[in-house]
């Protein structure tokens, strides 16, 4: 799923280092069930992602996951949208 930022607020990504989701899943469709992140700048173009942390895993049911957005490549300056994909 996407979370789109008001174009006027980007998200300061020295000031927001972590982001915590809670998500209901009700069937991974990776054998793994793995969680990423993927965040854009106000052009929409890919600044980074989490796909080396595969730590983070997803369970049929409710699942809360935080990532330390802070130490992944590309986390600086504004970020204007989040994708969160739940595999």
Partial sequence: ??????????????VFKRLTVRM???NPTNSVGLAFVYWFDENGALKGNTESDVTKQ?????????????????WSGN???LRINPD
Avoid: E, H, Y
Avoid at 2 to 10: G, N, Q, T
Avoid at 62 to 74: E, I, M, Q, V, Y
């Fill in 1 to 14: 799923f996407r979370v789109r930022v008001d174009p006027d607020k980007p998200i300061n990504a020295s």
């Fill in 58 to 74: 997803v369970n049929p049911g409710d699942n809360t996951l935080t990532w330390d957005l802070s130490t992944f490549a590309g």
């Fill in 79 to 81: 970020v204007a949208d």
């Fill in 24 to 26: 209901n899943v009700s």
